[in-house]
Nanobody
Framework: QVQLVESGGGLVQPGGSLRLSCAAS????????MGWYRQAPGKQRELVAW???????NYPDSVKGRFTISRDNAKNTVYLQMNSLKPEDTATYYC?????????????????WGQGTQVTVSS
């Protein structure tokens, strides 16, 4: 019913920048919050950035000051600007949303995930 489609991943050298995008589509009534998680091989998925409908943001210390999350409410899209990238930022990045969407019979809460986009930081 609801899809999150990510784009913008790729290969970048240490110190470089990338911008990820995630667009939500489908029968969405409202978006409470959207964000990004990442998962490196052999590691647990971890929160990278989160933004609420009131534009409150949350970042772990590992990316604070380097990553910036923003959203375009009109486009149901969230962005992640990643600067000063490090090899340890290498992971698959997943978009996630906290939304009210049509479930097939009624509108209710949903937390869909995107398919993931690979970010590789290497020289």
């Amino acid at each position: 019913q609801v899809q999150l489609v990510e784009s913008g991943g790729g290969l970048v050298q240490p110190g470089g920048s990338l911008r990820l995008s995630c667009a939500a589509s489908g029968r969405i009534l409202s978006i409470n919050a959207m964000g990004w998680y990442r998962q490196a091989p052999g590691k647990q998925r971890e929160l990278v950035a989160w933004i609420t409908s009131g534009d409150s943001t949350n970042y772990p210390d590992s990316v604070k000051g380097r990553f910036t999350i923003s959203r375009d409410n009109a486009k149901n899209t969230v962005y992640l600007q990643m600067n000063s990238l490090k090899p340890e930022d290498t992971a698959t990045y997943y978009c996630n949303a906290d939304i009210i969407a049509y479930t097939g019979t009624y509108y209710g809460p949903s937390t869909p995930w995107g398919q993931g986009t690979q970010v590789t930081v290497s020289s």
